[in-house]
């Protein structure tokens, strides 16, 4: 059983940055960072592979966002810098101990570990 807890949270400017947290109390093969606004489906976020840190990014997110780990710390970041009011959404880290055969991770299905979540709201 692996715990995720997120913080980091809060409100920014358009414009603005913030970063997120997510502390695990194991190790998982990939982490992931999902958000879900009102009325619509989580959607993938980020990823990165523990070991060896290879990271992958929805198109929405490239260029503004960085996920990052601290395997001595087991904690994972997300870096969110250009924030825009359609970022507004709960952040939710997950975590995934599966080995899949294929190198993405961005369905939520893929995953079997989920943090509570984290709001970042951005005001225009």
């Known amino acids: 059983q692996v715990q995720l807890v997120e913080s980091g949270g809060g409100l920014a400017q358009a414009g603005g940055s913030l970063r997120l947290s997510c502390g695990a109390s194991?190790?998982?093969?990939?982490m992931g960072w999902f958000r879900q606004a009102p009325g619509k489906e989580r959607e993938f976020v980020a990823a990165i592979r523990w070991s060896g840190g290879s990271a992958d990014y929805a198109d929405s997110v490239k260029g503004r966002f960085t996920i990052s780990r601290d395997n001595a710390k087991n904690t994972m970041y997300l870096q969110m810098n250009s924030l825009k009011p359609e970022d507004t959404a709960r952040y939710y880290c997950?975590?995934?101990?599966?080995?899949?055969?294929?190198?993405?991770?961005?369905?939520?299905?893929?995953?079997?570990?989920w943090g509570q979540g984290t709001q970042v709201t951005v005001s225009s």
């Open positions: 997950a975590g995934s101990t599966t080995h899949y055969t294929q190198n993405y991770y961005r369905l939520v299905d893929q995953y079997n570990y």
């Open positions: 194991g190790r998982t093969v990939v």
